[in-house]
């Protein structure tokens, strides 16, 4: 049973920093392309970062570009967003999630498997 665990979400100022990490199991991480999503209440889910199988390709929304780093360490199965700046306008539930075939993809519907989610809350 594949499972993605996401950790480290809270509350932070504006300003502030965060570092959430996902956690695999049940898959092989490495052949699976790696991403986070968000989604804020009312609105749909939207693509954050998303990074290749060996993590040599990052892929980024405008809006995080420069502020988000998204990593991965295949030997701890596990996927990495840090996020610097944070605005209140970043305040969502941040998902992770893997995709078999479709890297870097902006779409939902290309990933095969998703975390629960962990709450991110900017103060301004």
């Known amino acids: 049973q594949v499972q993605l665990v996401e950790s480290g979400g809270g509350s932070v100022q504006a300003g502030g920093s965060l570092s959430l990490s996902c956690a695999a199991s049940?898959?092989?991480?490495?052949?699976?392309?790696m991403g986070w999503f968000r989604q804020a209440p009312g609105k749909e889910r939207e693509f954050v970062a998303a990074?290749?199988?060996?993590?040599?390709?990052?892929f980024y929304r405008s809006s995080v570009k420069g502020r988000f780093t998204i990593s991965r360490d295949n030997a701890k199965n596990t996927v990495y967003l840090q996020m610097n700046n944070l605005k209140p306008e970043d305040a969502a539930i941040y998902y992770c999630?893997?995709?078999?075939?479709?890297?870097?993809?902006?779409?939902?519907?290309?990933?095969?498997?998703w975390g629960r989610g962990t709450q991110v809350t900017v103060s301004s």
């Open positions: 999630t893997a995709s078999r075939y479709f890297s870097g993809s902006r779409s939902v519907d290309d990933y095969d498997y």
């Open positions: 049940g898959l092989t991480f490495s052949n699976y392309h």
């Open positions: 990074c290749s199988r060996n993590g040599d390709s990052t």
